[in-house]
């Protein structure tokens, strides 16, 4: 069974950093797309960041210029380096990966800015 697992979560003051961690296992295919989403508590799933299996990246607006994504040597892994995080940002973190006609989620991690 395909599962993707995240790590990388935690506590972390305001203006501190995490790295987000998912790798995607059971799979023989190459995800096309992998990405991070996010869902604060109270709100919808928002996107973070996306990025193709040719390097292409997309961000949201509110987390360009601090948020880097970026894919893995091994198949189907992908990274996402969080700077100068903000309290709004608190939330789950969901990791995804998409092929044609398919779309897997990870159960997410927890992260949580304060002080």
């Known amino acids: 069974q395909v599962q993707l697992v995240e790590s990388g979560g935690g506590l972390v003051q305001p203006g501190g950093s995490l790295r987000l961690s998912c790798a995607a296992s059971?799979?023989?295919?190459?995800?096309?797309?992998m990405g991070w989403y996010r869902q604060a508590p109270g709100k919808q799933r928002e996107l973070v960041a996306t990025?193709?299996?040719?390097?292409?990246?997309n961000y949201a607006d509110s987390v360009k210029g601090r948020f880097t994504i970026s894919r893995g040597n091994a198949k189907n892994t992908v990274f996402l380096q969080m700077n100068s995080l903000e309290p709004e940002e608190t939330g789950v973190y969901y990791c995804?990966?998409?092929?044609?006609?398919?779309?897997?989620w990870g159960q997410g991690t927890q992260v949580t800015v304060s002080s």
């Open positions: 059971g799979s023989i295919f190459t995800y096309n797309v």
């Open positions: 995804t990966g998409v092929r044609p006609g398919v779309q897997k």
């Open positions: 990025i193709t299996n040719g390097a292409i990246t």
